[in-house]
């Protein structure tokens, strides 16, 4: 006579199906009859009459592992389902099925059916939902990906790849501010658990962003991105969208570039190139040649260069013979009188290295010039006053707002940053 039974206990699912995203296992804990001790676990349930003799074939089919005839039960019991309960053990013989066969679709189908009875448990919901929904997702059907995601979720799902699919899916069907939310969602629980957040949770909604052009959204994300994964091309990659979005402000541009020397990102003579150009325009010789020195250091361009070469030269011997007046200046008691000046001079002593006679003459002008509160923030950073730097950045309003967020990332300490796992959105 066929058995009533309960509804299986999922426990070992989890173990079996613990894989990579696209790459699915089957579900293979439901391979035998559950246990008696497990029959506590949810309501009875009993087949009707005329599905039992159907039913009592696919039991034996399953113990036997007899692909064949477990077939022919299941055909036969398609035939005859009617109730809820029918549905269960029938969704079960068919998860079973595609298990001996190797059939993904026949595992969904399973899965699908046992869930839409209302027969699954409470405990289980969570992961039938989520490996029903991740057969959802490998097919490309994204709202039924989500549906069962959403209730995979609900019902305390723990599949650690979860807010990524569920991200994804919503992202992927156009949904680009629920996608979102869920990635910062599960960006401020991994901070709150002291560990970077996945890279799948700043990478995939990045490009989603990018291609609807919500650049401030997008840059919002990328400063956070840059916290877990602070590598020199995942800066690069940043500033450059930022480099785009601020256009021509020469003022602007600079301070961008040196954020990116300071984050070791500059690695192309066309970086160089811009920088060198910029802070000549801006009369900072003493600064044009450290950049140029840093440049050929790093063999990104060699002495022999047409364009460095004559560039170091002239700005070197600028350089020394502005040296000596500068550092006078800096001790000058009428400076600060003249922001303009004040603001110049520091500038021109943090290029060439003289940080700590910079920061008190920021100091002085900073409540009234926005640039130099925020350049304030850098040279204080530069010097290792990383809580000091911090404060003066969070004063920082404006068009360097942006900037002065990201330079307070890269002050505070770092813990050792998580490799990134997948390229940065290009840019």
């Known amino acids: 006579m066929f058995n009533r039974f309960r509804p299986m206990s999922a426990t070992a699912m989890a173990a079996i199906l613990g894989c990579s995203m696209m790459a699915l296992t089957v579900p293979a804990a439901a391979k035998e009859k559950p246990k008696k001790e497990e029959a506590a676990k949810g309501p009875s349930l009993s087949p009707s009459k005329a599905f039992a003799p159907a039913g009592k074939k696919m039991e034996d089919a399953a113990k036997k592992k007899d692909a064949a005839a477990l077939q022919a039960a299941v055909t036969e019991a398609q035939s005859v ?52 929904g991740r057969f959802a997702y490998v097919k490309k059907d994204y709202p039924k990906a989500i ?29 680009v501010d629920q996608g979102l939310a869920i990635a910062k969602a599960g960006i401020e629980a991994a901070h709150a658990a002291g560990r970077p957040a996945a890279e799948d949770l700043y990478v995939r909604p990045a490009k989603a962003l990018q291609a609807a052009k919500r650049t401030d959204d997008l840059l919002d994300l990328l400063t956070l991105r840059v916290r877990d994964y602070p590598q020199p091309e995942i800066w690069r990659n940043t500033l450059y969208i930022l480099l785009q979005q ?54 990104v361009f060699p002495k022999t260069d047409a364009r460095f070469g004559p560039l170091l030269a002239s700005q070197t011997e600028r ?53 130099a509160q925020y350049r304030l923030g850098v040279a204080q950073a530069l010097a290792g006053q990383s809580d000091a730097a911090t404060a003066s950045f969070a004063k920082v309003q404006g068009n360097r707002a942006r900037l002065a967020r990201l330079w307070t990332v890269h002050t505070q300490p770092k813990a050792a940053p998580a490799a990134p796992a997948a390229p940065a959105p290009a840019n």
């Open 81 to 132: 389902a009617s109730s809820n309960d029918d549905k269960y053990f029938l969704g079960f013989y068919t998860l079973q099925l595609g298990i001996l066969n190797k059939d993904e679709a026949l595992q969904a189908q399973g899965l699908d059916m046992a869930l839409d009875s209302g027969f699954v448990p409470a405990t289980d919901a969570g992961l039938y939902n989520f490996y029903s």
């Open 147 to 175: 549906q069962r995601f959403e209730a995979a979720k609900a019902a305390g799902s723990a599949e650690e790849s979860l807010p990524v699919l569920l991200m994804d899916s919503y992202l992927n069907a156009g949904q």
């Open 246 to 299: 601020v256009g021509g402000d020469k003022d602007l541009n600079l301070d961008i570039l040196r954020l990116m020397r300071a984050t070791g990102a500059m690695t192309d003579r066309g970086e160089y190139l811009e920088y060198t150009a910029l802070a000549t325009d801006a009369g900072f010789p003493g600064e044009v040649v450290a950049v140029i020195n840093e440049g050929l250091a790093k063999n």
């Open 319 to 371: 350089a020394s013979a502005d040296r000596a007046g500068l550092i006078a200046d800096a001790g000058k008691p009428g400076l600060t009188s003249n922001p303009k000046v004040a603001r110049s001079t520091a500038d021109a002593l943090v290029g060439i290295g003289e940080v700590a006679k910079a920061i008190p003459i920021y100091e002085a002008i900073a409540a009234a010039d926005p640039v």
